[in-house]
């Protein structure tokens, strides 16, 4: 197996406590709202939030290699901002991949901002890369995109998530 892994931080006017829980607490009520063209739903299929919550996120037709995918909820810690899960069913997960984790952090910044840490660690099924440098690249221009349209959300609505 090749493991391969990504790392991306984008940087935001906002507070790391709003955005904390924008992304990290609440996004099964959030994305849909915000990015229904993408993401039809996120369900909570067990758990509280914490540290073994399973929520499925289901894509609409604009997503081409699949239609949903399961994350679990691996490690939250309120204090740092940091919340790590694993996608254990759907997306790429035994197309491309074996298994794939993503951490996110949220940090102060700049002026009262913040930067926002994504990193993954992905295990390819076969020899190889386990993504290409394009599915790389997508994958952040994707994760960016998402973290854009709640920073604009956040900005248009400034008692939400307060």
């Not at 406590?17 to 990015?35: C, G, V, Y």
Request: negative net charge; proline residues 6%.
């Amino acid at each position: 197996m090749v493991k391969g892994a990504i790392s991306h931080h984008m940087v935001s006017p906002l507070p790391p406590a709003r955005l904390w829980k924008a992304i990290a607490k609440d996004p099964h009520n959030l994305m849909p709202k915000i990015m229904p063209q993408i993401i039809s739903s996120i369900v909570v299929l067990e758990g509280d939030g914490g540290v073994g919550t399973v929520k499925q996120a289901n894509f609409t037709d604009a997503i081409k290699d699949f239609s949903y995918w399961k994350e679990r909820v691996d490690e939250i810690d309120e204090e740092k901002t940091v919340c790590k899960y694993s996608v254990i069913e759907g997306g790429l997960i035994g197309k491309k991949v074996k298994s794939s984790t993503f951490k996110l952090q949220f940090e102060d910044g700049a002026n009262g901002g913040s930067v926002c840490k994504l990193d993954g660690e992905f295990e390819a099924i076969e020899d190889g890369p386990p993504m290409e440098d394009e599915r790389i690249k997508e994958t952040i221009v994707n994760m960016e995109g998402m973290f854009k349209a709640v920073e604009a959300y956040l900005v248009a609505n400034p008692d939400a998530y307060v």
